[in-house]
């Protein structure tokens, strides 16, 4: 007799729980459909190469398709057209540099740095390895190429000044956007505005080392070298989306952090271009550099260099840090 209600305990217990389960199914919520798609167009600050590697993996493995996104990435004809086309409505987004936002906003164009996508500095002073130029006091008497004036020029100064030099104890040189080919050429003795994670490899290429002297330790504040700049008179519309697209990002830098091999592979399948030895040097040291937290805001850094700017007479009144960049994310806007 206990054996027969034992069972018929067991088959009512069992029945309870399968009812159970089934109440649970029914008010199980429906799954997770993704969002609907939306189009986002962004301009890089030049032709697809290794600082750009967060953006092109995101796409490559589908980040963005997977937040609704439909990213289209255009390359400019001109270097200094993406921040006036952001500005202009034409693009969504643009890559720009920290030091040129600055003069930027100082002259009134609308736009506001809304993510990183490299967090330091890259800009470096390269000489030849084997110059006699070992420090930076050296260069007293020496030619030194620039591509670009303006900003350049005034990073130059604060380094010389570091050392105890001024500019009138160089000659300046403008070599347009030959860098590499002036150094290896002599035709100076040292180029500004170089690349750390792009022109060491080059010159390598070429059978040449260089020497690089870092910026920031040579009396310039640390700022993000690759920024994402928005248009300030349409980012409240567009921040939702912006958030989505950082989202992206950051995913695809912790996926480069974690597979680095991996990540060059996926890389270069973008375009067979990039394929060269040159460029896979570039990814190996570009990896330390890229942003992990992408939306991230650290307001001290763009509260220092728009200091060291205005100091400097190069900017004509303070902007403040909430004029010059936010962190999208910020949930207490």
Request: proline share 6%; aromatic share 8%.
């Amino acid at each position: 007799m206990k054996k027969i209600l034992g069972r018929l305990w067991l088959a009512v217990f069992t029945t309870v729980l399968l009812t159970g389960a089934a109440r649970a199914d029914n008010n199980a919520p429906a799954p997770l459909s993704s969002p609907p798609e939306s189009s986002l167009r962004l301009m890089l600050d030049w032709y697809v190469n290794p600082s750009h590697g967060p953006i092109i993996i995101a796409q490559q493995k589908g980040y963005f398709r997977d937040l609704g996104l439909n990213v289209t990435i255009d390359t400019p004809a001109d270097p200094t057209a993406p921040p006036k086309l952001v500005a202009a409505g034409r693009e969504d987004l643009a890559l720009g540099y920290q030091p040129q936002l600055h003069l930027q906003v100082d002259e009134g164009l609308p736009v506001k740095r809304v993510g990183t996508l490299i967090g330091t500095p890259l800009n470096v002073l390269m000489v030849r390895a084997d110059s006699d130029i070992h420090q930076i006091d050296d260069l007293k008497g020496k030619r030194v190429g620039y591509s670009v004036g303006g900003v350049e020029e005034v990073l130059l100064a604060a380094m010389l000044k570091h050392s105890g030099l001024g500019m009138n104890d160089i000659e300046l040189v403008n070599v347009n956007f030959a860098l590499t080919p002036a150094l290896l050429s002599q035709q100076v003795d040292a180029v500004t505005g170089a690349f750390r994670n792009f022109e060491p490899a080059q010159m390598s290429q070429e059978g040449v080392e260089g020497r690089a002297f870092f910026i920031e330790e040579e009396g310039v504040p640390i700022y993000d070298e690759l920024i994402f700049l928005a248009n300030t008179e349409t980012l409240d519309e567009k921040r939702p989306l912006i958030s989505r697209f950082m989202k992206a990002v950051e995913k695809a830098s912790m996926w480069i952090v974690n597979h680095p091999e991996q990540s060059w592979e996926t890389f270069k399948a973008y375009d067979p271009s990039l394929d060269n030895e040159v460029n896979h040097k570039a990814w190996e040291a570009s990896i330390a550099r890229f942003a992990l937290r992408p939306a991230a805001l650290d307001t001290a850094r763009y509260h220092d260099f728009e200091s060291f700017l205005l100091d400097r007479g190069v900017i004509k009144e303070r902007a403040p840090v909430n004029r010059l960049a936010e962190d999208i994310n910020a949930t207490n806007r």
